[in-house]
Structures are given as C-alpha cells and as structure tokens.
C-alpha cells in the first residue's frame, strides 16, 4: 500500500510538472523586461513614450491637464485608462483630468493648469502654446 501511495504521488507530481519552470533561466531577460514594461500600456499604443516624454519636459508639483481625443472622449471608453496611467507615469506633477466618471467635461481644471498633455489629440486651446509634439501627442503651456 505504500509502495502505491509513493507510485501515485510520483505520478501527480510527474504530470504536474511545467516545463516552464525550467525553460525561464534561458528566458532572454531584457525581450521579456521590455514586453512587461509595455503591457500595461497596450491598450493605447504610443502612451508610454509620450507620458515619459511629458514627465520630461514638466517637474515635480506641476498642474497638467489631460486631453485625449473625441472618440476617447468617454470615462469607460478609454480616458480613465489613460488617467489611470498618467497618474503613474506623471506621480509628483497633479494630473487633472478633463473628463468625469458621467462623462461631464471640466474645463475649469484648464485655469488650473500649467500644462496640457494632449495624447494623440491637437488640443488648441487659448492661452496655451505647443512647447513639444511627438507622434503620439502634444505637451503645451501657459502662455505668460
């Protein structure tokens, strides 16, 4: 009987066994570093590199307001992702977002802003100029 106890414990832990967990050290680390830093992010394509870029040309205790464009223009269809992520990216500047959960714009967080990040939109906004423009948006702002 315990020769068929050590039998069936063998065999779960024969079928059990992920070869995985062995092909992970020959993993290439810096491929796989890449693909996770970006996955978070692939839902909007070009995000990452554009908030790394605003967080770039902004400091720590700034005001950004964030634009994106009309068809995210939605709380559920898009812009709180990209709040959500903004808010990560751009910690130590105060992010206001332009846009709430029932899907009401708030155009007075603009006089508050010193910036606006605008993903993939041309936000042309009085008061404001383009300071930097990329492929996938554009950073403006105040104009003194």
């Known amino acids: 009987m315990r020769v068929l106890s050590l039998l069936a414990a063998a065999g779960i832990a024969a079928g059990a066994f992920e070869p995985f967990y062995v092909r992970i050290f020959n993993l290439d680390r810096s491929r796989v570093a890449a693909m996770l830093t970006e996955l978070p992010y692939k839902k909007l394509p070009g995000l990452r590199p554009f908030l790394v870029s605003v967080r770039a040309q902004t ?8 634009a994106a464009p009309l068809h995210r223009a939605h709380w559920q269809g898009g812009y709180d992702y ?3 992520r903004a808010l990560y990216l751009l910690s130590g500047r105060q992010v206001l977002p332009l846009l709430d959960p029932a899907d009401r714009p708030h155009l007075e967080n603009l006089a508050k802003a010193k910036y606006i990040a605008g993903y993939r939109c041309d ?14 948006g554009e950073l403006l702002r105040r104009i003194k």
Do not use: C, E
């Open 59 to 66: 400091k720590d205790g700034d005001v950004i307001a964030l």
């Open 82 to 84: 990209l709040y959500a």
């Open 123 to 136: 936000p042309q906004t009085p008061g404001f100029a383009v300071i930097w423009r990329s492929q996938d």
